[in-house]
């Protein structure tokens, strides 16, 4: 084959993957705007149900999620949004993490810093700002939510930082690996090996 349409083929195929990509991007943003109107999604507060009942609590993890997945086709709308979801009572500015929920009616928030929060925030911080996401990654390994003898991650942190959960979740450490691998691949690889064996990092 000539160099001439050995460059054709190449190019023709570069332009299927790109098409292939971008009907599957569409797709995957029309299942997204259908899972809004079926009413997941609360348009007056901008933040995801828990469920479809309309007094459903809004959890952190739920809207960081939503961002990550809005990212994939939105970029720009996604960092509206985070910074949106920033300035309500879901976030501690003072500390830098994520309340557990916040009810429907935005007037009770529970106070605990659930572990898998703190991390999809972490993911999140990782799109906008990376530089950002690893200080905040490193802040948390220095609170108690973070078991530094095992190197795992607790289920949650009280919001005095005194004392935390020892329980400790298949999903969260799992979501820990995705995270550190973000920054240290090698680190991440080792633990994942770790948790694989059931033994103590």
């Known amino acids: 084959m000539s160099k001439e349409k050995l460059y054709k083929s190449y190019e023709k195929n570069i332009h299927f993957f790109e098409a292939n990509e971008s009907n599957q991007k569409n797709k995957a943003r029309d299942k997204f705007q259908k899972l809004k109107g079926l009413g997941f999604y609360d348009y007056e507060f901008d933040q995801w149900k828990s469920t479809l009942k309309n007094?459903?609590?809004?959890?952190?993890?739920?809207?960081l999620l939503g961002i990550l997945v809005e990212n994939i086709f939105d970029k720009e709308n996604a960092k509206n949004a985070y910074k949106k979801l920033k300035k309500?009572?879901?976030?501690?500015k003072n500390k830098n993490q994520w309340n557990w929920y916040i009810t429907d009616d935005q007037t009770y928030i529970h106070t605990n810093r659930i572990a898998?929060?703190?991390?999809?925030?972490?993911?999140?911080?990782?799109?906008?700002?990376?530089?950002?996401?690893?200080?905040?990654?490193?802040?948390?390994?220095?609170?108690?939510i973070f078991n530094k003898k095992y190197n795992q991650w607790n289920w949650f942190l009280k919001e005095d930082q005194s004392d935390s959960?020892?329980?400790?979740?298949?999903?969260?450490?799992?979501?820990?690996?995705?995270?550190?691998g973000i920054f240290d691949k090698k680190k991440a690889?080792?633990?994942y090996k770790s948790l694989k064996k059931n033994k103590t990092i």
Not at 55 to 63: A, L
Not at 88 to 92: A, C, K, N, V
Not at 116 to 138: H, P, R, T, W, Y
Not at 169 to 180: K, N, P, R
């Open 55 to 63: 007094s459903s609590n809004r959890y952190s993890k739920t809207q």
């Open 165 to 180: 959960a020892n329980l400790r979740y298949a999903d969260i450490q799992l979501l820990g690996v995705l995270v550190e």
């Open 88 to 92: 309500t009572d879901l976030y501690d």
């Open 189 to 191: 690889k080792d633990n």
């Open 116 to 144: 898998n929060a703190q991390l999809l925030g972490v993911l999140v911080d990782s799109i906008f700002d990376i530089k950002k996401a690893e200080e905040q990654l490193n802040r948390l390994k220095n609170t108690k």
